[in-house]
């Protein structure tokens, strides 16, 4: 059973626009969230988090949202360069280990 | 410096065989893990240990057997592989709370 879902397994974005990438999670009881960036062959990519106790965290380009309520998070890419271009997997922590997402490709169109 | 090292990247062996595949991370975290990307790309946990100790050890054949000789290794072992273990197996080590940061993956095809 999937406690951290995805729904978009794709995304194109053109260059300098915004890049908004989704995730879904079902477990109340997370309380700490990550994305994390991959290319292919290599291991993922530790890229932003946040607690449960905050709404927003932001690092340069990239801001994660999360919503509580709605068990809902996004990462927001601005602006998308073609660089960004790879797999972005949201996760979550809980239980002493982390939940993947199953993972966005976000390709950015020069 | 490799902050979680993870070798051989790739590895091409029979069915039947027992293979090992070897993680260490430099980053004085106490929690590491073994994760499995299957075809789908679903990451998905094998094990987690903390400070030496097993804490995870989700519905795994006991073929695969962890062995941490110390926090900052954490190794697998696999015996008589078989070709659904064919998949992408990554080593992950983390503070007990905080980011995992992933070693780059090892391949491994059984034939």
């Known amino acids: 059973d999937q406690q951290v879902k995805q729904n978009s397994p794709s995304l194109s974005v053109q260059e300098g626009r915004i890049s908004i990438l989704n995730c879904d999670y079902t477990?109340?009881?997370?309380?700490?969230f990550l994305w994390y960036k991959k290319y292919p062959a290599e291991g993922p990519t530790f890229l932003i988090s946040?607690?449960?106790?905050?709404d927003k965290n932001e690092d340069g380009r990239f801001t994660v949202f999360l919503n509580k309520s709605a068990k809902h998070l996004s990462l927001h890419i601005v602006p998308s360069q073609p660089g960004d271009s790879a797999v972005y997997f949201c996760?979550?922590?809980?239980?002493?280990?982390?939940?993947f997402g199953t993972g966005t490709s976000l390709t950015v169109i020069p | 410096d490799t902050a979680v090292s993870q070798t051989p990247k790739y590895l091409v062996t029979q069915m039947g065989n027992d293979k090992s595949i070897k993680c260490e991370q430099n980053?004085?975290?106490?929690?590491m893990y073994w994760y499995k990307q299957d075809s789908k790309k679903f990451l998905k946990i094998m094990f987690s240990?903390?400070?030496?100790?097993?804490?995870i050890n989700e519905t795994v054949p006991n073929r695969f057997s962890p062995k941490s000789p110390d926090k900052a290794h954490l190794n697998l072992h696999i015996n008589s592989l078989e070709l659904g273990d064919s998949a992408v197996y990554f080593c992950?080590?983390?503070?007990?709370?905080?980011?995992?940061?992933f070693g780059q993956g090892t391949r491994l095809t059984v034939v």
């Open positions: 992950a080590s983390s503070h007990r709370t905080g980011a995992a940061f």
């Open positions: 477990n109340s009881m997370f309380d700490y």
């Open positions: 946040i607690s449960s106790i905050k």
């Open positions: 996760a979550a922590s809980g239980g002493n280990q982390f939940y």
């Open positions: 980053l004085g975290h106490d929690t």
């Open positions: 240990y903390n400070n030496k100790e097993l804490i």
